[in-house]
């Protein structure tokens, strides 16, 4: 929970759903897919959050009804979907900028994570189209898409995710 203090969000004891959003995030290194885990804005080790081993063998986590103490953020991830959950008591859109630092990895337009090499290409799209401003902006609104992507590209740039298990 220090992370989500970190980037300027209030941890609660449950999900609040006055603002209740997703948005999906990709990350490719060479063209390669990069896992965002599940559990970023949530205390993992807080006994009243659930744990649920998925198929691929990846954790999810979730199933709070209430914890005795701030368990989750108003700005996290259940699963390794790269679904990014907003579900919030106030209508203030998060951004992208207050994810990674709840992520604990740096963003900058020119700095991701340990990728910091001038001589490595970052380029940045939302729903498919090339964004050139600062990432950490990036305002996290409902069914946006967002691919990073770090050295050489996928042969195909997503434009949109599967939202169905939001």
Not at 45 to 72: H, L, Q, Y
Not at 74 to 92: F, K, M, V, W
Not at 134 to 157: N, S
Request: net charge negative; aromatic share 8%.
């Amino acid at each position: 929970m220090e992370r989500t203090v970190a980037a300027g969000l209030q941890p609660g004891p449950k999900e609040f759903f006055t603002n209740h959003v997703h948005a999906h995030v990709d990350v490719f290194v060479d063209g390669k897919a990069i896992r965002i885990p599940g559990g970023i804005g949530i205390d993992t080790a807080n006994p009243d959050v659930k744990r649920f081993d998925e198929p691929d063998g990846s954790v999810a986590w979730g199933g709070i009804e209430m914890c005795s103490t701030p368990c989750i953020s108003p700005l996290h991830t259940h699963g390794a979907d790269g679904i990014i959950h907003t579900e919030s008591r106030t209508q203030r859109p998060n951004n992208l900028g207050e994810f990674f630092t709840e992520w604990g990895v740096p963003l900058t337009d020119s700095c991701i994570g340990e990728y910091c090499d001038p001589d490595t290409t970052i380029a940045i799209y939302v729903d498919g189209e090339p964004y050139t401003d600062d990432p950490r902006g990036i305002e996290l609104t409902d069914r946006k898409e967002i691919a990073i992507v770090i050295g050489t590209p996928p042969p195909v740039i997503p434009t949109t995710a599967d939202f169905s298990q939001a």
